[in-house]
């Protein structure tokens, strides 16, 4: 069964809904048209986007234009939106097609939806959309009998909309002189109130650079205090650093041989803990590691013994004496 045949079989019970529901709206339009806004004229940019999905429409071959037709219909999009609707597709297909009874067909079918819909547009002062579907109803059937009631009513509908508009800025003329009073009177209770409440901001000022000036002499308190904390500090590292021995110098002409890497300990390794072991160590002539020993480990105790294991298996060239230096070995779990 074609998409125009179920469309035959389906169109009076649509159309019974449509007018049920095209009643409905009738009976409460008029309350809410005395509230609407003037109708805005159609803006350039409207006017050339249906100028443009005119022209994509026209030059639609037949095909194209059976099978957009056909999609419209299974959509529901009967007469709108402008340019992708069954109405606009079949009308096309007749200009193309003049004696295809099967688009007459559709095209009859499909003639009072839009009907309802331009009346619908009316009804909520829809003036643009309404004028668009009495041009496609126009195009359907020029002869149409409900075309002059629809004219008539885009046109009556924006003179009383017109009319509505100039009532609507008499009474905002008069809301704004009215504001305007009222705004009056609340600048001089305000001014009022300024006055009032100027004494009060004057004590409040004088509280608030009290409490400023405590501030400031309990933050110099403590600033002269941390300066005498910094100065004692300073001098104990300087005292400290004095009684440390210097560490020696890594002779320029030590050269390594083979250094490998410490083992990562399993616990250390579970747990992701990281850090680093400063070792001091002694090469003999044969460039073996004779000593070593811990100087300081982050954290303490986790990865000393590894670090000296490592570092006693060192091999160095041979040097004409024993070199004592310092090495670094740094633990991490991605290494």
Known sequence: MSHVTKLRLLAPALLLATLAACSGKDETAPAAAEGAAAPAATSPATVAADKAAAEKVQGMDTTQLRDAASAALRENRMYAPAGDN?????????????????IKSALTDLQPYALIAAEQALGREDFTEAQRLITLLEKVDPTAP?????????????????RRTVEEADKAK????????????QQRLAQQQAAEASAAQALAAKQEAARKESERLEADRQAAARREAEQRSAAAAAAQQAAAPKPAAAAPSLRAVSTPAPRYPADALRSGTSGEVLVELTVGTDGSVTDARVLRANPARVFDREALNAVRRWKFEPIGS???TRRTLAFAPNK
């Open 86 to 102: 069954a109405l606009e597709y079949y009308v096309a297909l007749r200009d193309k097609l003049p004696n295809d009874a099967t």
């Open 146 to 162: 409900a075309l002059p009631r629809l004219k008539q009513g885009v046109t009556g509908g924006m003179q009383v909309a017109e």
């Open 174 to 185: 008069k809301d704004a002189e009215n504001k305007v009073k009222q705004q009056a009177e």
């Open 322 to 324: 024993p070199v004592t």
